[in-house]
T-cell receptor, first 114, second 118 residues
Framework: AQSVTQPDIHITVSEGASLELRCNYS??????LFWYVQSPGQGLQLLLK??????LVQGIKGFEAEFKRSQSSFNLRKPSVHWSDAAEYFC????????????FGTGTQLKVEL | GAVVSQHPSRVICKSGTSVKIECRSL??????MFWYRQFPKKSLMLMAT?????????EQGVEKDKFLINHASLTLSTLTVTSAHPEDSSFYIC??????????????FGPGTRLTVL
């Protein structure tokens, strides 16, 4: 069965510092990969997604993620964090070709220090 | 584009009553919608997959008679929590899969509904 691991439950960074959130997946084949962000009491907003092609994908709000097949990873990065980026971040995978049932990681809570 | 709404955003009800939550795709058609439940400080748990015009598919362990799902149109799915009990209190989130060519593999999420059962 597929699984998604986000090893960091909490991360604290200073505003203006760079950020990397880790995501590893276990799947029989390369799945579709997603990063979502959730602010407190809110739904999830899609940051970016990878289906195929260029392994470095750009998303909204200045985020990017790099797919590394050899490491089964899809880490999320941002060069300079803003205080408004404080939120919960979820990595998710879906199988190729249909069904589209998302499997989520456990989430990483990002705190930004001013 | 790809906006999903949920109504209500927050509901408080007495134990034993039923609560209906609506999920609407506002600017696209959604042949498939999904219902999730999220516990505090936890990830999302898929409850069921709702397909327009057919019966929903429930995940293992989810009581279909307790969580009634109806997907009557391409823009609306409803989740009814029947005979609600305090343990049903949770944050319920829906998502919709855009049927538009090129976007059909992406789910767009609603803002969630906070259910509190007294």
């Amino acid at each position: 069965a597929q699984s998604v691991t986000q090893p960091d439950i909490h991360i604290t960074v200073s505003e203006g510092a760079s950020l990397e959130l880790r995501c590893n997946y276990s799947y029989g084949a390369t799945p579709y990969l997603f990063w979502y962000v959730q602010s407190p009491g809110q739904g999830l907003q899609l940051l970016l997604k990878y289906f195929s092609g260029d392994t470095l994908v750009q998303g909204i709000k200045g985020f990017e993620a790099e797919f590394k097949r050899s490491q089964s990873s899809f880490n999320l990065r941002k060069p300079s964090v803003h205080w408004s980026d404080a939120a919960e971040y979820f990595c998710a995978v879906a199988p190729l070709g249909g069904g589209n049932k998302l499997t989520f990681g456990t989430g990483t809570q990002l705190k930004v220090e001013l | 584009g790809a906006v999903v709404s949920q109504h209500p955003s927050r509901v408080i009800c007495k134990s034993g009553t039923s609560v209906k939550i609506e999920c609407r795709s506002l600017d696209f058609q959604a042949t498939t919608m999904f219902w999730y439940r999220q516990f505090p400080k936890k990830s999302l748990m898929l409850m069921a997959t709702s397909n327009e015009g057919s019966k929903a598919t429930y995940e293992q362990g989810v009581e279909k008679d307790k969580f009634l799902i109806n997907h009557a149109s391409l823009t609306l799915s409803t989740l009814t929590v029947t005979s609600a009990h305090p343990e049903d209190s949770s944050f319920y989130i829906c998502s919709a899969r855009d049927a538009t060519s090129g976007r059909e593999n992406t789910q767009y999420f609603g803002p969630g509904t906070r259910l509190t059962v007294l």
